[in-house]
């Protein structure tokens, strides 16, 4: 194509080219999702449809991306996928990695909503989207560490909005009391509260909203506990 007086200005662009050998961490989170799951009234603190939904569209982000990723992780509205140290996906470009990879989970998401969501539409003025981020980790050791830390991370977050919400829904306090009865309780006194005073063992609730979601490299959807795991999921990495 002849070049026009204009081309120069292409000179302006910057490539952030991600550190080579060091693993990619592709991190997406849906923006608002308090206010979206509120307009879309999902279940507190959990809703399975939409976590399902999550799964599914992960699922296909990894089948997209099989010869990149070791492995995905999802809860709530966030997904983390985890690529190989060696990959050369976009020439390790940050742009090009982090809005593939959200773009590509967004439009799965509006196209799978209606097989989760099957009687509730999703609303013009209401359209999920997401951010995204690369973060690059220099070892196995720190990846291990990140997984890690989201693993736990879930764990935290569900054991206080199960409690939360059961204290709200069942035993009829009001958000505020129900935040002032958990404020400094450790988690044993969580778990204490939630079947003293709610009639709830937090050991049955289900895998799914406890563990999170593992997806692997095959596509295989989970909920396993990571830190157990670990070295079994980076095994060959
Ligand atoms: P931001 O735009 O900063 O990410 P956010 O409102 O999305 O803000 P997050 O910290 O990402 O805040 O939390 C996501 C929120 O979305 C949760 O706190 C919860 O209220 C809601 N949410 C996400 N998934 C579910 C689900 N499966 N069931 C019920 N609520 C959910
Ligand atoms: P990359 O992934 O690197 O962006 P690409 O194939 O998208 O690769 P672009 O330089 O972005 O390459 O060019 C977009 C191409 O998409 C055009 O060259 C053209 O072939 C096609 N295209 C885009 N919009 C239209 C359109 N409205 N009608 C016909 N063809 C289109
Ligand atoms: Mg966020
Ligand atoms: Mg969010
Ligand atoms: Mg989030
Ligand atoms: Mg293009």
Redesign the pocket.
């Known amino acids: 194509m002849a070049k026009s007086r204009f081309e120069y200005v292409k000179e302006f662009e910057r490539h952030d080219v991600l550190l080579p050998q060091c693993y990619i961490v592709v991190r997406i989170?849906?923006?608002?999702?308090?206010?979206?799951?509120?307009f879309y009234e999902?279940?507190?603190?959990?809703?399975?449809?939409?976590?399902k939904l999550?799964n599914a569209v992960a699922k296909n982000v990894v089948v997209h991306y099989k010869n990149e990723v070791i492995v995905a992780y999802g809860?709530?509205?966030?997904y983390s996928f985890i690529l190989k140290k060696d990959t050369n996906l976009y020439n390790r470009r940050r742009d090009k990695i982090a809005t593939l990879f959200v773009s590509l989970f967004t439009s799965q998401y509006v196209a799978l909503w209606s097989k989760f969501f099957t009687d509730r539409e999703l609303d013009f003025k209401h359209l999920p989207f997401f951010?995204s981020r690369c973060v690059v980790y220099p070892n196995l050791a720190t990846v291990k560490d990140y997984l890690s830390w989201r693993f736990v991370d879930t764990h935290i977050?569900n054991l206080y909005?199960t409690v939360f919400w059961q204290l709200v829904l069942k035993c009829g306090l009001t958000t505020q009391q129900a935040e002032n009865r958990l404020c400094g309780t450790l988690s044993n006194e969580k778990q204490e509260i939630l079947f003293k005073e709610c009639g709830i063992n937090y050991n049955n609730e289900p895998e799914m909203f406890k563990k999170g979601t593992v997806v692997t490299r095959k596509g295989e959807i989970v909920h396993i506990d990571v830190i157990k795991e670990i070295d079994q999921i980076f095994k060959g990495y």
Do not use: T
Request: charged share 45%; no cysteine; net charge negative.
């Open positions: 989170d849906g923006k608002k999702f308090h206010e979206f799951s509120r999902f279940e507190k603190p959990n809703d399975i449809r939409a976590l999550m809860e709530s509205d966030e951010d977050n909005n």
